[in-house]
């Protein structure tokens, strides 16, 4: 019913910025929330950056650095990532939750590997 399809990752120097995007498609009837997660081998998924209702909230670790953006009309989610660093390097899954019909799902991205080298 919906999908989500993230472009942007790839291999940084430490210092170096990318930009994921990531865009959602299908039956959507509006949107509650968009996030990006990461995972980094061996540890656990987290959250990196969230955007709802025009408030935005960032991982103590990414303060400063990354900016989580939405455009609404396109239904698409970015995350500009600057001054990145090797504990950085994860895989990076985008997040949305939204109503389809009467109901609200949680959809997630394929996911982007970033990785940043020393």
């Known amino acids: 019913q919906v999908q989500l399809v993230e472009s942007g990752g790839g291999l940084v120097q430490a210092g170096g910025s990318l930009r994921l995007s990531c865009a959602a498609s299908g039956s959507i009837v509006s949107i509650n929330h968009m996030a990006w997660y990461r995972q980094a081998p061996g540890k656990q998924r987290e959250l990196v950056a969230i955007t709802s209702g025009g408030n935005t909230n960032y991982a103590d670790s990414v303060k400063g650095r990354f900016t989580i953006s939405r455009d609404n009309a396109k239904n698409t989610v970015y995350l500009q990532m600057n001054s990145l660093k090797p504990e950085d390097t994860a895989v990076y899954y985008c997040?949305?939750?939204?109503?389809?019909?009467?109901?609200?799902?949680?959809?997630w991205g394929q996911g982007t590997q970033v990785t940043v080298s020393s």
């Open positions: 997040n949305i939750n939204c109503r389809v019909g009467s109901v609200n799902y949680n959809y």
